[in-house]
């Protein structure tokens, strides 16, 4: 599994719309030096509070490039609101490499099986055949809610993709620390 992520930006969006609903960034005010303390305790506070309390991590974007087993991914396709995600499409690339070890989690013993049919040009056999170890290439669009979710939900999971995503995160996002720990 490959985790990477991309690009995150939002925070300090999320935080002068947070800030409004405390009157403190209403009018014309902006976030200050005198008032982003302030509005960075209020976030920590709210952050893990659910019921709508903690809606503005909606407002703080991720972009996220992953590498991992199908198996893994339709896991992942419970999650589905507040997520865009783009793939490698097996319908379009499975039959323009030659099928290598490397494209799986784990050794495949019928390797040589699997290229034979993607060299036959059969598309539809070599989908049926392709075992839920083939790695497929993600990049997935979400905020820090849905993410936050996923680690609640999925740290202790039994998978090691679930464990090694959410320790990922924990430990590499920018604003994690800052919010929930």
Known sequence: ??????NEAGYEEALLGLGLSYGITSGNAYITSVTLPKMKAIAKKLATEDDGHNKFLESIQVWLDITAPRYFWSQFDTYRIGITKQSESTMHTLLKYPITQEMFESPVPYL???EDIRQRMDLPMLKNCLPEGFLQ???????Y????HIIQQRETHRLKQWKELCAYLKANLKYYGRLFE
């Open 137 to 143: 290439r993600r990049i997935i669009s979400t905020n």
């Open 145 to 148: 809610k849905v993410l936050r």
């Open 1 to 6: 599994m490959k985790i990477k992520i991309l």
């Open 112 to 114: 040589q099986f699997l």
